[in-house]
């Protein structure tokens, strides 16, 4: 007899080789992706050529005659700002928001791109997103100088609910307060990719170039200046990766259900070969051995030998251990009430001792 349920080896040697590689390539996509430091390396940098850097723009400033200094740390960027200095935060998200308002109050103008609502709250009080849409050509629709120069340019991903006191342009993804504070809801205008697309170019210039010295700030996950705000690893990670997550947690279970044994009834299966009882008998008895079963031996040689007696003494199969022990006694006068329906023996001396006193019974019953 054998049984076709599975079982926890069975399933997990059919599931461990793709768990294995789901783990592997998670961890090498996570390890990358703490190195790179960001979901884009080089996005909105002034050093990358990639076309989502920023190194046209940086070019272009620099033969205006604006000094850009690159920094990467809340301190680069506290120690470079100065009175004349045009503040560029890339993801101010990733900095504490009141080392934010701190670094705002030290510069003459600055231009953050697509905070949340947290920042918000200081570098315009009162500013709250309106949305999420997608990039793409927007009129400025306003009277901010920069976009009314720039005319048509790409803009739009987050867009801002403003106020009275404050301007709104191209559909409210560009934001200016006092002419010195700006929200541009996507970095896209500043990139080598679309700078030359519509005005893009002539608004980032004039954004960032009206000052001397431009501090180009890209925070990240590990910067000081983060702080309590700094974000967790889950915050940091696209959210196409735990839309990859789950398909690959559905396909890992229904690769386990496809691998995995059917759970059914005991099925009769034949043996390849013939196997003599005797040794059957004894290969049995050698498990139960090792595994110190004495008990559980004695009870199956006590319910062999009740099965062989009931129908010597006329009784049936369901027949009561009252009903049984009296019939050996008018069979044969001995009380085997102990030996039929006692505590089984604990050892393997006792073992044996109970046995023979079970086959003496049988014979004795039987009149042998």
């Not at 205008?189 to 893009?200: A, I, K, S, Y």
């Not at 050892?347 to 014979?363: K, M, P, Q, T």
Request: hydrophobic share 45%; proline share 6%; net charge negative.
């Amino acid at each position: 007899m054998t049984t076709v349920s599975p079982d926890g080896k069975r399933i997990w040697q059919a599931a461990r080789a793709p768990l294995f590689i789901a783990v592997v390539v998670l961890l090498g996509a996570v390890g990358l992706l703490l190195v790179q430091g960001g979901d884009t390396r080089g996005a909105l940098d002034p050093g990358a050529a990639e076309p989502a850097g920023s190194l046209a723009l940086a070019r272009l400033l620099e033969q205006q005659g604006v000094r850009i200094v690159t920094a990467r740390t809340f301190d680069e960027a506290s120690k470079a700002l100065q009175d004349n200095a045009t503040l560029l935060v890339t993801e101010p998200d990733l900095v504490q928001p009141a080392k934010l308002g701190e670094l705002r109050g030290r510069a003459a103008d600055a231009v953050f791109i697509a905070p949340g609502e947290d920042t918000l709250d200081i570098l315009l009080p009162g500013v709250g997103v309106a949305g999420e849409s997608d990039v793409g050509v927007r009129t400025p629709g306003c009277t901010v100088a920069a976009a009314v120069a720039a005319g048509n340019a790409v803009l739009g991903g987050t867009e801002y609910a403003a106020h009275e006191r404050v301007r709104s342009c191209y559909d409210g993804s560009l934001l200016q307060m006092s002419g010195s504070t700006t929200l541009l809801g996507t970095g896209a205008p500043l990139t080598n990719d679309r700078l030359d697309d519509e005005g893009d170019a002539a608004l980032a210039l004039r954004l960032l170039g009206r000052q001397a010295t431009l501090v180009w700030y890209l925070p990240t996950a590990g910067d000081a200046g983060a702080g309590e705000h700094q974000r967790s690893l889950t915050e940091l990670l696209p959210r196409g990766w735990f839309f990859g997550a789950v398909q690959l947690g559905v396909a890992a279970v229904l690769f386990v259900l496809w691998r995995a044994r059917r759970l059914g009834p005991v099925v009769p299966e034949p043996l390849p070969v013939v196997v003599r009882a005797a040794e059957t008998v004894e290969g049995r008895a050698r498990l139960y051995r090792r595994s110190g079963s004495a008990a559980h031996a004695a009870e199956i040689l006590r319910q062999a030998t009740l099965s062989r007696l009931v129908p010597v003494l006329g009784l049936g199969a369901d027949a009561e251990p009252a009903a049984v022990v009296s019939a050996v006694m008018a069979r044969c006068g001995r009380d085997a009430g102990v030996l039929l329906y006692g505590p089984p023996p604990g050892d393997d001396a006792s073992l044996v001792a109970f046995a023979d006193e079970l086959d003496r019974l049988e014979r004795e019953v039987r009149g042998f």
